[in-house]
């Protein structure tokens, strides 16, 4: 199974941007909803967002709705995270996967993870 490849991550100081993009496996990504996710040192890998397959409907979860986007485009595999207003605790590795169509419940659908991208928020 072919890993996501996150992209886009860095160094920015709060209340900056960032955009980040992750390029799926076409065979799966042409069939799921994706999600990011984000997991902070010495802290657990947490959902932040997801996406339905169309693109039709988007979930985020509480502290980051208003500042993040998540977007798609099936033609090239990729699902964006658009990052705004960032605060210091939002630093982590991001990743995305594929999640189950209930998009709240932020489930992925398998255990396959990329190298993620790094995103440093200094205050």
């Known amino acids: 199974q072919v890993q996501p490849v996150e992209s886009g991550g860095g160094l920015v100081q709060a209340g900056g941007s960032l955009s980040l993009s992750c390029v799926a496996d076409r065979r799966t990504f042409s069939s799921y909803a994706m999600g990011w996710f984000r997991q902070a040192p010495g802290k657990e890998r947490e959902f932040v967002a997801a996406?339905?397959?169309?693109?039709?409907?988007?979930y985020y979860v509480e502290s980051v709705k208003g500042r993040f986007t998540i977007s798609r485009d099936n033609a090239k595999n990729t699902v964006y995270l658009q990052m705004n207003s960032l605060k210091p605790e939002d630093t982590a590795v991001y990743y995305c996967?594929?999640?189950?169509?209930?998009?709240?419940?932020?489930?992925?659908?398998?255990?396959?993870w990329g190298q993620g991208t790094q995103v440093t928020v200094s205050s």
């Open positions: 996406i339905s397959w169309s693109g039709g409907s988007t």
């Open positions: 996967t594929a999640v189950k169509p209930v998009l709240k419940t932020g489930t992925p659908l398998t255990d396959n």
